[in-house]
């Protein structure tokens, strides 16, 4: 928690990493300790996970699981997209937890009809994930239909992760369209331990050791500030407690905040 009290964060979300699969023993170690003040994202294999698993995470603060369609640039059908989505969801429902998608822009133009059929929250990772040198994120493929999917209501997306896309050449006008759209969807998150990312991995070997990226996270807090002041959308003080604590505490189904 050093880092959490650095920021001033007395509630948190843990985000299982990709690297881990299926394992989230480090999440649940992590919550045990927490003891009531954390949530978590787990990932499972929606096929072979028993039932007495799942509660048994949800007991513990679990209240979503991630699915990564980015990292490997999956390339599927509409009719395996679909099939993979409505496994994980109809896992989840019956616990009431959330599907958080990692997947490119363009990704999410092939699955955006799918998502409002699974009856399960949906949360898009990293605003999306706009591609860093296809031109202004506004105009590739799949913003449009993020942006109808966050009108929906049904459909969160994470303030996080902008250093994955630095050289966005819109990216100040991008993050203000998306607050002003669904001032009541959005969540900031730190993204923090900053993976090195696959690109990192020489030659692409999956089992490097590489280092952890370096970002200025009080910097990153500040230029969220500076985007909910300046979206115009309401009273810039109301959407920074939304952005930074109410979104979240409804998301992740805090019921004391």
Known sequence: MRFENGLGVSHVCLVAFSVYHNDNSSIVDALTKLE???RAIVCIEPDTVSDGELWKLHRLGARGVRLNLKTS???LSEEEFRRVLHSYADRIRPLGWALQIFCALEQLDQIAH???TLQVPIVIDHLGAPHNARGPGRAQPGYAAFLKLLKTGNVWTKLSGTYRFPDLVDIDE???EILRIAPNRVVWAS?????????ANPGGNRD???EYRKIDDDAWIERCIDWCLASGKEAGEDLIHKVFRDNAGVLWQYKER
């Open 208 to 210: 490097a050791i590489q």
């Open 73 to 75: 640039e999956q390339q």
């Open 36 to 38: 009531g003040k954390g």
């Open 191 to 199: 993204d923090w331990p900053h993976s090195g990312g696959v690109h």
């Open 114 to 116: 799918i998502l409002p």
């Open 174 to 176: 991008y993050v203000l």
